[in-house]
């Protein structure tokens, strides 16, 4: 390839590069960013605890390395 044929295929990639940042920048634009609104999350929370869980969780053993 001849220095032309280079310089004309820079810049055919350099407009590729051009459009195929513009239209992402687009789609980024456009997308909706507000998650769809679940029911279950905005439910009650039950305030007592379970204590059965909490004594099983304090029963676990857990190794460390040795230092």
Do not use: C, H, R
């Amino acid at each position: 390839m001849n220095t032309k044929e280079i310089f004309k295929l820079l810049i055919i990639v350099g407009i590729m590069l051009v459009v195929w940042i513009g239209y992402e920048a687009y789609i980024a634009s456009t997308k909706s960013t507000l998650p769809e609104f679940k029911v279950e999350i905005a439910s009650e929370i039950d305030p007592n605890l379970d204590v059965e869980t909490l004594n099983n969780l304090s029963s676990k053993i857990y190794y460390q390395q040795a230092q």
